[in-house]
């Protein structure tokens, strides 16, 4: 009995430290852009600012340490969206195509500066990483101690802003004036808000969260730098938002569970459980996304003026 | 007049943006993660070499080898060179056609994946010759390049086979193609050689760039109990070595010598001696000696080799390392057939001698 009981606890140990592991860089990035969207601009160059923040860190982290890693990533996801809010929300371009460009000018010229620093044909790098830190007594708590409490220090940054965004967002004159501008810029520059601040600001937010998540995967994550290390995070990271329904909460528990498929699908291939094709695991959460989407078609919970290219409707 | 001024002020700084961003992007695509062209080589550009990789040039594995291999035909053979890293088929086709249309004289594909895209193209460029290496079609100018790297990953596998304390031990591919499979099979009768009741862990990623997924799933086995694992996953693979210094247990490199990159934890490379096999294609080309046919480079062509890492020999017992050696001539002199189902029907054909037409 014990071993049966010991034979189905430890593999979900490991199964819920791997999820919270793999939604730490997805839940950064999907709160940032949880800010930005809710003040009615989509970056779709999250992609772009979560790879710059990773080779930003590479650099950082192996020539002075870990910390400066972590803020050289931050700044680099936020230099990358300066461009972006120049574009989308001063000159009023199209937001996905900007988006879309950022991304691709993002990747290639991480490619290029990689291949500038290091050679060629790169070298295999090791940066230093950090190690999870056990905060005493929760981390012994069964089952989930360990998966929720021995993590590194920034997955324990995310639990204290996902309230504090929460509260920011409903509870603020500033989470206020962010809402009005996205769902009517109108109404709010007559409150006396000034939209493109506040979406400017939101912007710089976002990219500076994707650029945190970006250090994540480096510094906490993989200790390597690779071109295209980014695989996708950005793009998955803005189904979370959908999925998460623009609130923190929301947003923190569908990373979660995007973090889980993952991490399901890692268990399930070492157990040797090939049934099932693995590649179903990782659609997963994007059915769930569509079917969420689905449901609230006739009520949406979007901002009403997403992805508006024009500020104002006079 | 005044809401029409103010329309064309809207459309002129719409375009302007628009285009402005787009531009930056697509050069810098153009001249960084994408393509480096080294114009430079041969005079009158008689003999042009093109190299498509699937991944980028820096996973010190697959592709790098590759492009050591384009900067080694341009070094001898006095050729210009073109590489581009490329992503989707489409634009494996795509940039296929750019390539023929230029009058390149051979053009690689480098990888499985490319043969398809490389059938539709070939008969429209009659004058280029196509190579897919690990393809296994021919047509006039399309030629397959086969390398054994099950054979290889045999020896390793009989390698892991007796060195697990554990008795389980890993294999993790990026994506599931019919050359990674292969050799996760022939690692995996290796292991059973060595070890009949040795437990054997499959993985794939679906991808080749995802350094946290390498890592996350060698965790994953590693927590099952698997205490070496075995890789082919290019980029995403030094996640896995990541993993490895974590966790304190041995892999093995791939497609590389990845020895130096984890020197405590990598046990050998299965070494696929890429220059070596692309300079033999490109003399026949540039000869005029090339023949449609499946280039076959394994143990034999001295292509693929499994490479021990010298700093953990010690860690190999001599008997066991004289049964892999003893393999090894078993499968140059052909006196081998443990593989036979595993490899493809081409496989089984003679090695090319390497370099020789």
Redesign the interface.
């Known amino acids: 009995m014990n071993m049966l009981l010991d034979g189905f606890i430890a593999p979900l140990d490991d199964f819920l430290a791997a999820s919270v592991r793999t939604a730490t860089p997805l839940a950064l990035a999907a709160l940032g852009e949880c800010v930005t969207e809710r003040s009615g601009v989509i970056n779709i160059g999250l992609e772009g600012s979560i790879i710059c923040g990773a080779l930003a860190a590479t650099i950082a982290a192996g020539s002075v340490g870990v910390s400066v890693g972590f803020a050289a990533g931050l700044t680099a996801g936020l230099l990358v969206t300066v461009l972006f809010a120049l574009f989308t929300v001063y000159l009023r371009a199209d937001q996905i195509i900007t988006g879309t460009a950022i991304t691709l000018l993002s990747l290639g010229l991480t490619g290029l500066l990689y291949k500038s620093v290091y050679g060629s044909t790169g070298v295999g790098l090791t940066t230093p990483t950090t190690s999870a830190v056990e905060v005493p007594l929760l981390s012994s708590i069964p089952l989930v101690g360990r998966a929720l409490f021995a993590q590194p220090l920034v997955t324990y940054a995310l639990y204290l802003l996902v309230p504090a965004m929460a509260w920011w967002f409903f509870r603020t004159h500033g989470g206020l004036a962010l809402r009005a501008v996205g769902e009517s810029p109108d109404a709010a520059m007559a409150a006396g808000v000034q939209p493109r601040r506040v979406q400017a600001l939101a912007v710089l937010f976002g990219g500076a969260m994707a650029g945190l998540a970006g250090a994540t995967l480096v510094l906490a994550q993989s200790g390597t730098f690779v071109e295209n290390m980014s695989a996708g995070k950005g793009f998955i990271a803005i189904a979370i938002v959908v999925l998460g329904r623009w609130t923190p909460f929301g947003v923190a528990g569908a990373a979660l569970l995007f973090g889980a498929a993952s991490a399901l699908q890692y268990l399930f291939q070492s157990l040797g459980w090939n049934a099932v094709p693995y590649q179903l695991f990782l659609v997963l959460p994007y059915v769930l996304t569509l079917i969420v989407l689905a449901r609230a078609s006739g009520r949406t919970a979007a901002p009403a003026a997403l992805a508006r290219r024009e500020l104002t409707l006079g | 007049m005044n809401a029409t001024f103010a329309l064309f002020r809207?459309a002129y700084?719409?375009a302007?943006?628009?285009v402005?961003?787009?531009a930056?992007?697509?050069s810098?695509?153009?001249?960084?993660?994408?393509a480096?062209t080294d114009g430079v080589g041969a005079q009158n550009g008689s003999f042009k070499v093109a190299l498509l990789t699937p991944?980028?040039?820096?996973?010190?594995a697959w592709n790098?080898g590759a492009?050591?291999g384009l900067v080694a035909i341009k070094d001898s053979l006095g050729a210009s060179i073109s590489h581009i890293?490329t992503r989707t088929p489409a634009e494996f086709e795509e940039n296929f056609r750019q390539y023929g249309a230029q009058g390149y004289a051979l053009v690689i594909g480098h990888g499985f994946e490319f043969q398809d895209a490389a059938m539709r193209v070939a008969p429209d460029y009659p004058n280029t010759v196509f190579v897919c290496t690990s393809g296994n079609t021919t047509g006039p100018n399309l030629a397959g390049m086969n390398f054994a790297f099950e054979e290889a990953s045999y020896q390793a596998g009989m390698i892991a086979g007796q060195l697990t304390k554990t008795g389980t031990i890993?294999a993790i591919g990026g994506q599931e193609l019919p050359p990674v499979r292969a050799s996760f099979i022939a690692f995996e009768r290796g292991a059973k050689l060595t070890n009949p009741d040795v437990n054997v862990?499959?993985?794939?990623l679906?991808?080749w760039?995802?350094?946290?997924?390498?890592?996350?799933?060698t965790?994953?086995?590693v927590?099952?109990g698997?205490d070496i694992v075995f890789q082919n996953a290019d980029?995403?693979g030094?996640?896995i070595?990541?993993a490895a210094?974590e966790r304190n247990v041995l892999t093995f490199g791939a497609n590389a010598n990845?020895n130096?990159?984890a020197p405590e934890h990598i046990i050998g490379s299965v070494y696929i001696d890429l220059p070596k096999a692309l300079m033999s294609v490109a003399r026949d080309v540039q000869g005029g000696t090339f023949t449609s046919t499946i280039y076959q480079f394994g143990l034999r062509a001295n292509v693929v080799s499994l490479v021990i890492n010298p700093r953990l020999a010690d860690r190999i017992p001599p008997a066991l390392l004289a049964r892999v050696d003893s393999v090894g001539n078993a499968i140059r002199e052909g006196r081998f057939s443990e593989m036979n189902d595993v490899l493809q029907p081409a496989d089984r054909r003679q090695d090319s001698a390497a370099g020789t037409p």
């Open positions: 809207l700084r719409n302007i943006a628009c402005a961003v787009a930056i992007a697509l810098t695509a153009a001249c960084g993660g994408s480096d991944g980028p040039i820096t996973d010190q790098a492009y050591a890293q890993g862990l499959v993985s794939y679906g991808t760039d995802d350094v946290s997924a390498g890592k996350e799933q965790l994953a086995q927590a099952r698997a980029a995403a030094l996640g070595f990541a210094r990845q130096d990159i």
